[in-house]
């Protein structure tokens, strides 16, 4: 079966075999955000319990 291209670009498999994601609001309109803020939204956490499978599944 061939991987979901979407998910690809936006979810990475640790070694471990978790994945991750990337935070929301991090695109535009940053000048209004607190350097605080936007440092927080570096770190990707991991996707939540309930999607990891489906996401696994889309990944391939």
Avoid: C, E, Y
């Avoid at 640790?14 to 940053?30: A, E, F, P």
């Avoid at 939204?41 to 939540?48: G, H, I, Y």
């Amino acid at each position: 079966m061939k991987s979901h291209s979407g998910a690809q670009k936006r979810f990475k498999k640790t070694s471990n075999g978790k994945v991750r994601r990337q935070q929301t609001k991090r695109n535009h309109i940053l000048t209004k955000k607190s350097p605080k803020k936007k440092r927080q939204l570096r770190r990707a956490p991991l996707v939540d319990d309930t999607d990891r499978d489906r996401v696994k599944r889309m990944l391939g």
